[in-house]
């Protein structure tokens, strides 16, 4: 190694001009040019230049942060300079043992200008010291708990590899991690060590753990002030007795959180109070104001729309809850009240009254609705939420130039509904899914039967050039007279969330105003066709999303295609076109711009805004 001491040797810098600059244009461009370098000149010039060449990346780079020589400014005296030079030793020795180089080598030079200083530091690294044995062992009644199983299956060192020290103290940190996470509050390691055999080029690592014993929940402390507390310990996911385990603290936590009934909860183990190997755990709720209002806007079927909402959040301390929503645009209409009980597994099981009114306009039907019903709702063990309903309808509904026709229905459904996705605003992977089966069975009091499947998936998939988004809509319904079918009960196509390029609900079977056997005198014979609906229901999309680096802003290109029908024979519609996305916190809201690939429509916005899954 050789440390040479500073040499006052200037470094000169020429600026020529080779050529008049005449125009009025080149001038203030010389001059921008000119302040450009000024700055640029400027900016180098309060900066050390600190050079290190030879090695690996990973070992100059590591190597530039232990030096402390590096923090010191272009005001530094020239005696400052060479002292933390000298003493630089030993940080380059141990940036470059932690990464495995124990044989390093190198010459550092100090350089100054008018300006400033520099450093220039060439390395010889040598061969590095490699990984010859990796010993890791787990005593204790953790032992054989599944839960150490990755550290032996990927430790993140292997034979072979070159020894790095800063993985080795993050393979020892996991240890430490595991046996706090999962209630092995007495570990330590009985042997945690590193062999270096320089001469051979060779280390041997030593990984011994003693576990000691598991401790269990003791007593559960519960501090609430609204509910009643038999209630709230229905959303336990553990009991004293059981083993500790940090994930069922923050599931429980998360449970609490989403229940809507409380601000802020803590569920947290008293680590002061470790006794008999048990371990208390204090719960804190503090509640939510309990009634809420609320006022939004919002964009549907194209068309914005003024949302009005009410919730009282505990109307007991058994924790049933109010809910009454509104939402008004052009074309529809609706108003909601909901009574919600939670049962046995107040998580994720509750009972539903509601009643609703539904008023919605398009260009093919107009349909009043009222609704009364009631549900219940659980989510299974494999996540998917369960749902059994019972609805009975009054609807006045006319489609096209038909007359209005009256319909009391009594359905009953069954419902099944699950959502995965990575919890981004702008998610890169998951999916969702939707399957209803529904019936109004006349022996029950309808005025006529039918059977109605309706499904709807959605796939996302993201990669490093873009996004892929799919979704796909499905509708088979089984009935003895289709005119029979009430607008709400029948299936259209168009519309931001179908297919692009015509209006909401716009898309269907047709029938001849004129009837049957109308074949003119019409110019366009088309113009005696209106859209009444359909039994069956195919769409498909597919949309390419492309987001620009570093911003919430993204393109989007697209392709949809489908439409309802009365049979199996479908008369496929197609739309294509651009949009873009801007992702705010509730998810993207979508402007596009589409173009109907089978009639003869002009261009068509859509605006819509919600969660892509």
């Known amino acids: 190694m050789k440390i040479p001491a500073l040499r006052s040797s200037p470094i000169l810098f020429v600026h020529s001009i080779y050529s008049h600059l005449y125009s009025g244009l080149a001038l203030p461009l010389w001059l921008g040019a000119s302040l450009l370098l000024a700055v640029c000149g400027a900016r180098a010039a309060d900066e050390p230049d600190i050079e290190i060449t030879g090695g690996t990346k990973a070992l100059r780079e590591n190597i530039r942060l232990h030096l402390s020589l590096v923090e010191e400014s272009c005001k530094t005296p020239l ?25 390093l080598e190198y ?27 990796l010993r890791i062992e787990i005593l204790g009644e953790g032992s054989q708990d599944a ?3 990755p550290l032996y299956d990927k430790p993140g060192i292997k034979v072979g590899n070159r020894l790095n020290h800063g993985r080795y103290e993050t393979l020892k940190a996991r240890f430490s991690s ?29 990984l011994v753990y003693d576990t000691g014993k598991r401790y269990r929940i003791g007593d559960i402390n519960l501090k609430h002030g609204i509910l009643d507390e038999d209630f709230l310990r ?18 429980l936590k998360n449970l609490y959180n989403a229940s809507n009934y409380f601000a802020v909860a803590s569920v947290a183990p008293d680590l002061q109070a470790l006794n008999d190997h048990q371990v208390p755990i204090n719960i804190e709720l503090e509640e939510r104001k309990r009634r809420a209002y609320s006022v939004g806007a919002g964009v549907e079927a194209d068309e914005p729309r003024i949302l009005l909402g009410f919730e009282d959040r505990y109307l007991n301390r058994r924790g049933h809850r109010f809910n009454a929503d509104l939402a008004v645009s052009d074309i529809k209409k609706t108003a909601q009240a909901t009574y919600t ?15 609703g009114y539904l008023e919605e306009e398009t260009v093919t039907s107009l349909s009043e609705k009222y609704t009364y019903g009631s549900s219940y709702s659980y989510y299974q063990d494999n996540k998917w939420l369960q749902t059994y309903a019972l609805d009975y309808i009054q609807e006045e509904s006319t489609i096209g130039r038909m007359l209005p026709q009256r319909t009391n229905l009594i359905i009953p459904s069954l419902s099944f509904l699950r959502t995965q996705t990575d919890g981004s605003p702008y998610p890169l992977s998951g999916w969702s899914a939707l399957g209803r089966i529904s019936g109004s069975p006349e022996s029950i009091g309808s005025d006529f039967s ?11 998939k993201g990669f490093s050039f873009g996004r892929l988004l799919l979704r796909a809509e499905l509708g088979i319904t089984e009935t003895d007279n289709v005119d029979q079918l009430p607008a709400s009960v029948r299936f259209f196509a168009g519309g931001d969330s179908s297919v692009r390029g015509y209006e909401y609900k716009s898309l269907g079977p047709t029938r001849n105003i004129y009837g049957p056997d109308f074949v003119g005198p019409l110019e366009d014979p088309r113009a005696a066709e209106e859209v009444i609906g359909g039994n069956n229901l195919l769409v498909t999309s597919i949309e390419y999303d492309y987001r620009f680096e570093d911003s919430n802003w993204v393109a989007a290109l697209f392709y949809d295609q489908g439409n309802a029908a009365d049979d199996t024979h479908i008369d496929v519609k197609r739309g294509a076109g651009v949009g873009v996305r801007w ?10 711009v589409a173009k109907a690939l089978d009639d003869e429509k002009s261009w068509m916005w859509h605006i819509s805004m919600g969660p892509d899954l």
């Open 147 to 149: 839960i150490f199983k």
């Open 178 to 206: 595991l046996a706090s996470l999962h209630g092995y509050f007495d570990a330590e390691f009985v042997q945690s060590q590193v062999s270096v055999n320089v001469a051979e080029k060779s280390a041997v690592i030593a």
């Open 341 to 355: 009980i939670p049962m046995r597994r107040p998580a994720y099981e509750f009972l539903r009254f509601y009643t």
């Open 450 to 460: 039918f059977a109605q499947f309706y499904g709807r998936a959605k796939y996302v």
């Open 107 to 133: 010459d550092a030079k100090l350089v100054r200008n008018k300006d400033c200083w520099g450093l220039n530091i060439q390395l010889t690294p040598g061969d590095p010291v490699l990984v010859t044995e």
């Open 583 to 592: 992702i705010s916190p509730i998810g993207p809201i979508r402007i596009d």
């Open 79 to 103: 005696w400052r300079l060479n002292s933390l030079l000298s003493d630089s030793d030993a940080e380059v020795t141990a940036a470059s043992r932690a990464l495995g180089f124990y044989e």
């Open 234 to 251: 229905r959303y336990y996911n553990f009991k004293s007795g059981d083993y500790y385990d940090t994930d069922d603290l923050l599931e």
